[in-house]
């Protein structure tokens, strides 16, 4: 994993169809924030868990694959 970006580690259907919940983690000295959140869809909110994990809100009608990378901002 890059230090640079965001590993998405896992995805789920949120509440609402069309919404996503997107489980992240990172190396480096980083925030959620710092990554590009929006290349996931429309972001309803996100919070770091841990000092290298967290997740995201997001709504969009494309699934998000396991494995895929969030460059930073």
Known sequence: MKKDRALIMSCHEHDVTGTWRINLKWQGNHDI???????LGA?????AETEHTGYVIVKSYANPNIGDTIALR
């Open 33 to 39: 924030s710092d990554f590009d959140l929006d290349r």
């Open 43 to 47: 972001v309803l909110s996100s919070e």
